[in-house]
């Protein structure tokens, strides 16, 4: 079984700073990862996902992830925030075994003026 | 684009009442599932299907049961409504030999009352 720790619950943010969102997994295969962004009152969208390849991955928004196997780690970056960033993100891992999903406990980013 | 739709974003129900959640997607997808998403806990797996009329339970499947006729239609039913089943509802579909990537429908938030 696959598990994800997001070691951020919220993380306040000014306008135009960078953040980072720390997301580390667990399983004892192979995984796919994912970030998922969920603004207030909507559903979740895919900001981007690692299957193979080169370890950092570009997603939309101007979001990046690097995906570090010896640490298990897959943290989401962004140089420069907006305030319409402000948003919950949710990183989740996928075995290849089977089609599902476990999703880390999510992390709330604020972003101010 | 894939959409998935949920048969109503708000919803109040009083205990004991029987409550049925319709989603519905549009891009032919195999994999359907849906979770709940409580503050500090992210999403949790209910029930997923791979197939019509087949369902596997997922992390917390007490309390829930499901229901797929039809490849496009995922129910879920609550049979007896319990308080501490007021949350957020999400369904999403995958595509079977995809990359695993699941879309998200708006959500369904219920209050049991």
């Known amino acids: 079984a696959q598990s994800v720790t997001q070691l951020d619950s919220q993380v306040p943010v000014f306008e135009e700073a960078p953040v980072e969102l720390r997301c580390n997994y667990s399983s004892s295969v192979s995984v796919y990862l994912f970030w998922y962004v969920q603004y207030p009152n909507q559903g979740l969208q895919l900001l981007l996902k690692?299957?193979?390849?080169?370890?950092l991955v570009k997603g939309i928004n101007g979001f990046e992830a690097e995906f570090n196997k010896s640490q298990t780690s897959f943290h989401l970056r962004k140089p420069s925030v907006h305030i319409s960033d402000t948003a919950e993100y949710f990183c989740?891992?996928?075995?290849?075994?089977?089609?599902?999903?476990?999703f880390g406990a999510g992390t709330t980013v604020t972003v101010r003026a | 684009d894939v959409k998935v739709t949920q048969s109503s974003r708000y919803l109040v129900k009083r205990t004991g009442e029987k409550v049925f959640l319709e989603c519905v997607q549009d891009?032919?997808?195999?994999?359907m599932f849906w979770y709940r998403q409580d503050p500090g806990l992210g999403l949790r797996l209910i029930y997923f299907s791979y197939d019509v009329k087949m369902k596997e339970k997922g992390d917390i499947p007490e309390g829930y049961s499901v229901s797929r006729e039809k490849k496009e239609r995922f129910s879920l039913i609550l049979e007896s409504a319990s308080t501490n089943q007021t949350s957020m509802y999400l369904c999403a579909s995958s595509l079977v030999g995809g990359n695993y990537e699941q879309y998200f429908g708006p959500g369904t938030r219920l209050t049991v009352t």
């Open positions: 989740a891992v996928s075995s290849l075994r089977d089609y599902k999903l476990s």
């Open positions: 690692y299957l193979s390849g080169s370890t």
């Open positions: 891009m032919d997808h195999e994999n």
